[in-house]
């Protein structure tokens, strides 16, 4: 008799009878009642880990079938929201709490993708819940045209958080049109025209951005957006220069080097290309450079620690102003800072941000300098939505919640942690390539074999992938060939949440290497 735990209920239920693994259908009753049977094993349930209990219980789902829904998917939806389905086994997602998340038929799951990055302090927080139910019977909308108090209340808190002198700020709905109006504010301010950015680098996907935008499934072939260059990314892992102690992480490569303390010859190199770049591809003055501190959709991918400071010193020699790009870093993910160029002591001519600014609700922001904001004055710039008082709301409350629930330093402390567990998986794999991030805001990058770096195919990165998903926990995927799985869950996941994705994705890998 194995003991088999439940991910089908809100709690962790009860199990009664017996299993015999050594058939291929096992059969068992759930305390509530209940009867489920899964089909041909692929590993002993007694092996599993327990998924941490949860005391929160879901609504029974009472709506559409299924098949009604992926008919109406199939049919009314764009055709690109049918294609990133994401799973050969779509999940029916139905309602969150926190760190958890609730299908159609009661199935709990482990969230550490957060609506990519997005749902920062927790499906659903208390507080945040509150505050916009609050707002919503007040008042919903007015535009920025009329004075009320909560968006001055909000940039007021906001700015607060930001170092001098980036203090003025305009709100809108997403991170792409943060972006593009960054991308806006470089080429008015400056005067000039040309803006770089690494390659493999994700900044939106309005037409603009995306010729910012160095991803190449995410790029239409159509006219985008001219005068944007891209450069070589310092990838200390997947690029041709790396070490042993490059970046700033818990975990560093398994690259080996002949470098002193504090010095980094693959900085050297990439800084080099970065020259190389404005000798051969831009004019001699450009508007801006655009970096995510820790790149988001390409993989979790970090820099030598001393590549912004220097960067920024030669964009700015050229008359152009530096924009961070924390759509994916901020508001405490990465456990030091609040904000990740501050982990590379950078002060940025701009931020942009969205994603974990609302929780789930579509806001982003551009804060920038008194400065550079004048340049607007040229033109007149609104955005009806920006500032909407239900977001503006929710992001308050969301700023709350980082503070008052200890969520930054639970990035750091949870974040370390995981990585370190996963870095002894690294260690176990010849498929897993490399481990890296900073807080929660993590990289796994798997391989066909150490030795040549050459990505793990887009099918065996699959089956991983659903096997994962079928154990209980939910990540995303990544990097320029789609080899890289991504760990960015709400910041309020706990060390014992952390050990189960460890114990369920060693599983995983363990099952996919038995079928090879």
């Not at 794999?429 to 991030?437: F, H, L, M, P, T």
């Not at 065996?460 to 079928?470: G, L, N, Q, S, T």
């Amino acid at each position: 008799m194995y003991k088999v735990v439940s991910h089908l209920s809100g709690r962790c239920a009860p199990l009664t009878g017996q299993v015999n693994c050594s058939t291929s259908v096992a059969r068992f009753h759930l305390g509530r009642g209940a009867v489920c049977q899964q089909s041909a094993f692929k590993y002993r349930p007694a092996e599993l880990s327990e998924m941490p209990p949860c005391n929160f219980k879901p609504q029974e789902y009472t709506g559409m079938s299924k098949e009604r829904i992926m008919e109406i998917r199939s049919k009314n939806l764009s055709p690109m929201t049918t294609k990133i389905t994401y799973y050969k086994k779509p999940v029916f997602i139905h309602q969150g709490h926190m760190q958890w998340l609730w299908d159609v038929d009661g199935r709990r799951f482990l969230d550490l993708f957060a609506g990519v990055a997005t749902v920062a302090v927790g499906h659903c927080h208390p507080k945040v819940t509150a505050a916009a139910e609050k707002q919503l019977k007040k008042l919903w909308h007015t535009t920025n045209i009329y004075v009320n108090a909560p968006i001055n209340e909000y940039c007021e808190k906001l700015a607060s958080h930001l170092p001098d002198p980036l203090k003025v700020i305009y709100l809108t709905n997403s991170g792409s049109e943060a972006n593009d109006l960054a991308m806006l504010l470089a080429r008015l301010y400056t005067g000039n025209y040309d803006i770089i950015a690494f390659r493999g680098s994700y900044h939106g996907g309005s037409q603009q951005t995306m010729g910012l935008t160095s991803h190449s499934p995410f790029r239409y072939p159509i006219a985008t957006s001219s005068g944007c260059t891209h450069t070589m990314c310092p990838d200390v892992y997947r690029g041709p220069w790396g070490g042993s102690h490059c970046r700033d992480s818990p975990v560093q490569t398994d690259r080996q080097c002949g470098c002193a303390q504090g010095q980094c010859a693959a900085n050297e190199q990439y800084i080099g290309q970065l020259r190389e770049t404005f000798h051969t591809s831009v004019a001699s003055r450009v508007a801006g450079f655009f970096g995510e501190p820790i790149q988001g959709m390409g993989g979790a991918v970090q820099y030598p620690k001393n590549y912004f400071k220097e960067a920024y010193k030669l964009v700015r020699e050229r008359g152009g102003v530096c924009i961070a790009d924390e759509v994916q870093t901020g508001f405490g993910r990465t456990g030091t800072h609040f904000w990740g160029f501050q982990g590379y002591d950078v002060l940025p001519d701009i931020v942009t941000m969205a994603k974990g600014i609302g929780n789930g609700f579509p806001m982003g922001a551009v804060v920038t300098t008194p400065e550079i904001a004048a340049s607007f004055s040229k033109a007149y710039h609104f955005n009806t939505f920006g500032g909407n008082s239900v977001a503006c709301a929710v992001g308050s409350a969301v700023l709350d919640a980082i503070k008052e629930d200890g969520l930054q330093q639970n990035s750091l402390h949870v974040g370390t942690h995981l990585m370190t567990e996963l870095a002894k998986l690294r260690d176990k794999y010849e498929i897993i390539g490399d481990v890296r991030g900073k807080g929660l805001q993590i990289g796994v990058e798997m391989v066909k074999d150490k030795a040549t770096r050459e990505p793990l195919c887009p099918e065996a990165m699959m089956e991983i992938f659903e096997d994962v998903k079928d154990m209980g926990v939910l990540i995303g995927k990544g990097g320029l060939y789609g080899q890289t799985f991504r760990i960015q869950p709400p910041m309020c996941i706990t060390t014992k949440d952390a050990d189960f994705f460890v114990a369920v994705f060693d599983r995983a890998i363990n099952n996919y290497m038995d079928r090879k």
